[in-house]
């Protein structure tokens, strides 16, 4: 699952996301959108934080769409 699609799903801002990683906000608006993929640390807690529902794979395969 993407992140925009859990975060839409579970009614989570990027203040609130970014608050429970200890990231910037702007970093999350960056993760959602596809323009940057998260360093390792950050998406681990990202997987946990989401249960499992956001993976390392989604980051990556939506990185290739937006460069297609």
């Given at each position: 699952?993407?992140?925009a699609e859990y975060m839409q799903q ?8 970014a608050a429970a990683l200890g990231v ?45």
């Open positions: 699952m993407r992140l579970a009614g989570l801002k990027d203040a609130d996301l910037r906000v702007q970093s999350i608006a960056r993760y959602r959108t596809g323009q940057r993929v998260p360093r390792p640390d950050v998406m681990r807690r990202i997987v946990e934080i989401t249960g499992g529902a956001v993976r390392p794979d989604d980051f990556y395969l939506q990185q290739e769409e937006v460069g297609s």
